[in-house]
């Protein structure tokens, strides 16, 4: 990156400062150095790009995404998983500590850091696990993991069944201010289920998970963040009823956020159609009322993100009967588009969609990106917001092509992506 | 004397709780005059002759039982340690029964610690002589907390006013209780610093400020006291290691730079080097009053032994 990038007749979206205009950002240093209408073709820079009107937003945040590095590299690596990322729109994402070993050490937490700064093309941070190898039983050396980098806790996908151990965890978090993030679901009412519980999967004759699974738990999730104090992120609720939970706590005062899979946004039950395995995931695709009250909610501003919640599997995994298929589906490259193809329908305004996924979990994370702004980093994504496309699981930059949106029609498409200033992606 | 002449209106010792200042200050003062008496060649004094003190230890102490018998042995009494290892206790004895038994041999004062919380209240009403606390469960050690005052106060001056932290496992520490209940009655400033999983519920209203970090709990602070931290406690359901505990919660010379420049330590002992203590500060010449919190330890023993046998019903009518 040498001198000075001025990017021009564009259309600036920042849900942060809520700007939808007209004009352009100059880069310099890897940040955004100027912005605005004043930023034209006759912009003094070394180099200059025309936007063609598109639109230009801060580059992604996600935050949950997992990779197989280490210990399943053949799902995917952090390399491949950040092409997949650039190719998204995404410029930074968390990732999540069920990996093998689990990242639950400041030893992982570094190698993690220390294995993107070499070879991913976006910025990745760590989440480590809350107990030691997801156990549920001991609690990390969550003071010293944090002073090593990680940005919040999280058991992933293995919920803390205890809640005396969960509690003891969210007392000591709270006595370093640690967010603590927790997929609220009960395995009890969730193992070996394969989509959401309801005369749908009655009729395919699937086990299907209660919706009480993730209300049970994110109930005492949130007493449990009450009386200790904790900073909650109910990590990818998927119904109304869950919303209304939290907003009821944060009315109390209690300190949660929460978080939305876009899947969850945009599929519903019926989309698992006929046994699709790539629409096996935790949480389940739920009734479409669930899915019109978490729009809803993003549009109130309830939801604080929305994640790709991004899980690879290879065909190994997903070529199989769908109740013995793995859980999980890829969403990098497909959560902006999934967000634009919403907007481009009028379910959802623009701006609002962005937020999530920008200046919303920033904020969460305390990251100076996710934002158009004199002195932020310049991580930006210049996207078409109404292209129509068909996603076909080949043109994945992903390793496992796992992806509900397979053979789906969306609106909006990346053009081009930039983390500090550089082009990681380029459509050609 | 004015120490002399107030009577002690209680007739066991089963915490700090319940005492006022003038209770505190009679215990301290006549401390103090056994802190010389322990100075010098011959230690004894007859006080206590002919009268019987029984240790009953229901838990492992090498220090608090040996203080006892020091002192009731300077004291000219009759000290007997009952061997609870070997004892009926272990055959199934209930602790009231164990209590019974004891009594018919009419002892007149009994020193009892045990492993569970409001067993020493328990006993007291079972027996009919002087019954001191010597640390019950996680509820109190009230001569641990006279004997860290009687510390502070000759060593650092008046309590009142003073800034006294008391660090590490709070939740699991009679001490800490005892000490916040003492230094509270003496007018001291209490801060609690520790983690918030071994931070008590509802310990915000024992009036002490609680801090979850040491840096800025310690600032401005008179006298750090440190508290024992169990192994089993690092196990990563209270807190994940020894390591970080250390990290964040041990008293090493960078954290101790945040209190006042000429503050002491204590800690009640027996100390986990490294883990809530690094050693330089343990072993410090000017600063550490570790070795002198022993020293007092027996004289303020003596001063409840011998206060509490005055006050004994039956012994008091016959004398008088």
């Not at chain 1, 240093?29 to 070394?46: E, F, H, Q, R, V």
């Not at chain 1, 760590?126 to 806790?153: N, R, W, Y």
């Not at chain 1, 092509?401 to 397979?406: E, L, M, T």
């Not at chain 2, 907390?145 to 008046?158: E, H, K, M, N, Q």
Request: overall charge neutral.
């Amino acid at each position: 990156m040498t001198g000075r990038t001025a990017i021009y007749n564009a259309r600036l979206l920042d849900p942060a400062s809520g700007r939808d205009e007209k004009g352009g950002i100059l880069i310099e240093n890897g940040l955004i150095a100027d912005l605005g209408i004043g930023i034209t073709k006759a912009s003094p820079a070394d180099l200059r790009i025309d936007a063609h009107g598109k639109a230009l937003a801060p580059g992604l945040i996600d935050l949950r995404v997992k990779t197989g590095e280490p210990g399943a590299e053949n799902k995917e690596t952090l390399e491949t998983a950040s092409e997949a990322a650039a190719a998204g729109g995404v410029t930074t994402f968390v990732v999540m500590p069920d990996t093998d070993p689990v990242i639950d050490s400041v030893a992982l937490v570094d190698f993690i850091k220390r294995r993107a700064d070499g070879v991913a093309k976006v910025k990745v941070h760590p989440a480590a696990g809350l107990t030691i190898g997801l156990d549920g039983q001991k609690m990390s050396e969550i003071g010293l993991i944090k002073e090593a980098g990680a940005v919040f806790f999280s058991n992933g996908d293995r919920p803390v069944e205890d809640a005396g151990v969960l509690r003891r965890a969210m007392q000591y978090a709270s006595s370093f201010d640690v967010l603590v993030a927790s997929r609220p679901d009960t395995p009890a009412l969730s193992k070996n289920t394969v989509m959401t519980a309801g005369a749908f999967a009655a009729r395919l004759g699937l086990r299907g998970a209660p919706p009480e699974a993730e209300w049970i738990a994110l109930e005492r999730d949130l007493m449990l963040a009450e009386t200790t104090g904790a900073r909650l992120l109910a990590d990818c609720i998927s119904t109304g009823r869950s919303l209304k939970a939290i907003e009821r706590a944060r009315k109390a005062g209690v300190k949660v956020a929460c978080s939305v899979a876009a899947y969850s946004l945009f599929f519903n039950e019926l989309d698992v159609g006929d046994y699709l395995t790539y629409c096996k995931v935790q949480p389940p695709f739920r009734a479409e009322a669930d899915r019109l009250a978490l729009i809803d909610g993003l549009k109130r501003g309830v939801v604080d993100a929305v994640v790709s919640a991004h899980d690879p599997q290879p065909p190994e995994d997903k070529r199989l009967p769908i109740a013995e298929a793995a859980y999980g589906a890829v969403g990098l490259e497909t959560l902006l588009p999934a967000l634009l193809s919403l907007a481009a329908r009028d379910e959802l305004p623009l701006l609002a969609a962005l937020k999530a996924v920008t200046s919303g979990p920033a904020d969460l994370l305390g990251l100076p990106q996710g934002r158009l702004k004199k002195g932020a980093p310049a991580d930006l994504v210049l996207f078409d917001a109404t292209a129509p496309w068909a996603c076909d699981r080949d043109d994945l930059s992903s390793r496992s092509k796992n992806s509900p949106f397979d053979g789906r029609k969306l609106e909006g498409k990346v053009l081009r992506t930039w983390v500090n200033g550089a082009t990681v992606f380029e459509r050609g | 004397m004015a120490a002399d002449a107030y009577a002690f209106p209680h007739r066991h010792l089963l915490g700090i709780e319940g005492l006022n200042r003038l209770d505190i200050e009679t215990l301290l003062n006549l401390g103090d005059r056994y802190v010389d008496l322990n100075r010098q060649r011959v230690k004894h004094a007859g006080t206590l002759s002919g009268q019987t003190l029984v240790n009953l230890f229901f838990e492992n102490s090498t220090r608090t039982q040996g203080s006892f018998e020091i002192a009731g042995r300077r004291l000219g009494a009759d000290v007997v340690t009952m061997p609870i290892a070997t004892s009926s206790v272990k055959k199934g004895e209930t602790l009231v029964d164990t209590a019974m038994t004891l009594n018919a041999m009419r002892p007149d004062l009994l020193v009892i610690r045990h492993p569970s919380s409001g067993a020493v209240k328990l006993l007291s009403r079972k027996v009919d002589c002087a019954v001191i606390n010597a640390g019950d469960g996680t509820h109190e050690h009230p001569t641990q907390a006279l004997l860290d005052a009687l510390t502070i106060r000759r060593r650092v001056g008046d309590i009142g006013g003073m800034r006294i932290a008391i660090c590490g496992d709070i939740l699991h520490s009679r001490v800490a209780r005892s000490n916040v209940a003492c230094l509270n009655v003496l007018g001291a400033e209490v801060r609690l610093i520790a983690p918030r999983t071994l931070t008590p519920s509802g310990a915000e209203d024992w009036g002490a400020k609680l801090f979850t970090d040491m840096r800025e709990g310690l600032k401005g602070c008179d006298v750090v006291m440190m508290l024992r931290l169990q192994q089993e406690r690092m196990d990563g359901a209270y807190l994940p290691s020894a390591r970080e505990f250390f990290h964040f919660y041990g008293l090493d010379e960078e954290k101790l730079s945040h209190a006042k420049p000429t503050a002491f330590v204590m800690h009640p002992g027996p100390m986990n080097r490294g883990v809530e203590i690094e050693s330089s500060i343990a072993d410090h010449k000017t600063r550490s009053l570790i070795t002198e919190q022993v020293e007092m330890g027996v004289a303020v023993r003596m001063a409840v032994l011998e206060t509490l046998a005055k006050n004994a019903p039956e012994i008091g009518a016959k004398n008088r």
